[in-house]
């Protein structure tokens, strides 16, 4: 146990709520399309308010602080349609229009924009449909070819999923994973983008900011130095077949977690080598077992709630100076408690779950990192996340193509750290303090990463004539038709 207990002492709680004052900058809400890069905002998007025990003036301040999903906000056919979509490299597929008659808050979905397909003159539809199952949820999908635009950039023929029935997923998702299976079923839009000159590799920088700061960024092609504190870190990307399920991921090693106390203190774990894949699709982290067990009980007043797997913390906590750390060969990241920490609802949550199967760094971790994914060299880069001006640097090609420039913020003074202190090795019985009141209602952890692919029919072979009129039917009324189809192919495959 951490002296972080004694910050849950009466004094340190009794804060109230939070600094609400998220909107004190506001961000440069613009998109910038610049030589080889193209700069597009990432913005959270708020959890349903709920109906009920907030009064209407916290549901705007927690609706800024939640955090509980990314997005990027796109223009999908000609004229263009503008579009949210949850950013997500835990998937490769992107698509658009869920169903929301099986969202698990059908208001919520249906207060996104929807794509109107019929109105749009360069969709071309082809027969093939595929069944993507997600962490959460899953959507029925069938492929058509359309003009995607982010930023400025026009994407044109790329082949994105059109929803036919969704579960549980209320909003449509740009998938910036690699083929998760190892082989590309088709161009996914990094490969497009390459393809059609509008950025050198396929490569993109993510800064996903801070709970109380609107303004993260998403940009193809480019790193922004002044995002960032001291050098990235190059870290490779483990092959496909060393990750822990076989499926091809961001994955990379971990070597170690600890936790900043607010004096400045440190303390970490001991040395390990735990695979770990960057997922801006989870809005928390999910790690072994006896990591979970060593960071939740290091926070008294941590409450597991039974009901939801959960650890619920005093909010006062999340307003303290400290942070939980993770580290990447020399590189630490350092995480504030109010980033790790879910903001919903008025409630806490610690931001880690366990998961001894496919470890994941999500949202409670991407906060607080600048982190450029590589997929043409299998390299991430990663760094402290801060924000000290914009000076947007493009990304080549080959295999130095990520500009190794130090970030231009001022480091924080290096804190003493302890080796060994924070034990992960530990076997700890199960949570004694349980929560006991009425916890979020109608929530989700965002789509986690896509799990299973059941194979649908047809073929991405270019479109004709008959099949753009056959799919466009299809999409229209043929769900009945598909249901069936998907159910007489069941080979799919499992990861
Ligand atoms: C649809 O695809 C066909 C075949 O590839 C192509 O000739 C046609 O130009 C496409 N139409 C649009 C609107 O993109
Ligand atoms: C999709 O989700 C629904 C609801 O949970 C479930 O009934 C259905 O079997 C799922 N489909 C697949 C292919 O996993």
Redesign the pocket.
Known sequence: MLPLSLLAAAGLLALGPASASASAVPGPNLVVRGDGFIRSPVNAIPEPAPKIRVRQNEVEIENQRTGTRYGVDIELGTPGQKLTLILDTGSPDTWVNPTCQ?ANVPRDCESYPRFDYTKSRSLNATKAVD?L?YGI??STIQYVYETVKIGSAMITNQIIGIGLET??IPLGILGLSPPVRGVNEYPYILDTMKSQGLIKSRAFSLDLRTVDSPDGALIFGGIDTGKYIGSLEKLPMLPKEKTPRGADRYYVTMSGVGLTLPDGTATRSQQISVPVFLDSGGTLSRLPTPIFQAFASSFEGAEFDERTGFYFLPCGVADLAGSVDFYFGNKVIRVPFNDFVWHVQGFCVLGVLPDDEEPVLGDTFLRAAYVVFDQDNRNLHIAQAANCGTNLVAIGSGTDAVPSQTGRCTARPPSATQAGGLDVTATRGAPTALFTGEGPTGIGVGPGPVATR?SGSGSLAAPTESSKNAAGKGIEVGFGMVAAV?AANVLGWMI
């Open positions: 099986f069944t199952v949820g899953n579960h549980s059941v998907v």
